[in-house]
């Protein structure tokens, strides 16, 4: 059933680009250009995991799973300008201009952390379940930069925690959040199977991200709370 996520999640996230496209080609929001790219990055990560086995232990499939590492580091800090992007189109009354060059300029930060963090990575290769990957070698990677990737995960996660709050207070729309929440548990989750849990964690926040994007062209009047 495991050797099945990945290419289930990997359907999932082209039926996500298509609403992407989509919504990008009609309005033009520049958050939804931001997430395609992160689900961009996202179907690569699950090819290469699919497909590893089929590769075996190789330099190609090294180079791949870098790639993952490396998209991973560029792509994932961009969430946080998503989120301020988000508040300004959802009228919040804290979120200006102001508050996305704030954080664009964050993102840039987070993606030099991680870009730091990528180039001196040490991976090794791992089979779970029939499926191969490489990952970072936490012994002979310098201590600093085991912990980055991580980080800048939490950090994201709540972000958007603290944005489906006010979501949910001012359009009782529950569902970034709710996703948020269930990606920070699932990321949460002990022992070989974390990377899994992880894949499936992304993917909801994802699906969350999609469907708060679609909300906010055709959102409805707030209620008064």
């Excluded at 961009?78 to 988000?86: D, E, H, P, R």
Aim: net charge positive; aromatic share 12%.
């Amino acid at each position: 059933m495991i050797a099945f996520t990945f290419p289930i999640l990997t359907l999932l996230y082209l039926v996500m680009a298509g609403g992407l496209v989509v919504h990008y080609v009609r309005h033009r929001q520049p958050s939804s250009l931001l997430v395609l790219l992160v689900v961009a990055g996202l179907i690569f990560d699950s090819v290469v995991i699919w497909a590893g086995a089929s590769l075996g232990i190789s330099p190609m499939l090294e180079l791949l799973n870098r790639g993952r590492y490396l998209i991973s580091a560029v792509l994932v800090p961009l969430l946080f300008i998503v989120a301020a992007q988000f508040a300004l189109r959802a009228g919040m009354t804290w979120a200006s201009e102001g508050l996305v060059r704030v954080m664009e300029v964050a993102a840039g930060l987070l993606i030099l952390a991680g870009l730091a963090a990528f180039s001196v990575q040490v991976v090794e290769p791992i089979t779970y379940e029939n499926l191969l990957r490489y990952k970072v070698n936490h012994q002979l990677t310098p201590l600093w930069a085991v912990p980055v990737k991580i980080l800048i995960s939490i950090l994201t996660d709540l972000f958007f925690v603290v944005l489906g709050y006010f979501f949910w207070r001012k359009y009782r729309w529950p569902w970034l959040g709710a996703g948020a929440v269930m990606t920070f548990v699932l990321t949460a989750v002990p022992g070989p199977a974390i990377f899994i849990a992880e894949a499936v964690g992304e993917a909801l926040l994802c699906a969350t991200l999609v469907a708060t994007d679609h909300f906010l062209i055709h959102r409805a009047q707030p209620q008064k709370t």
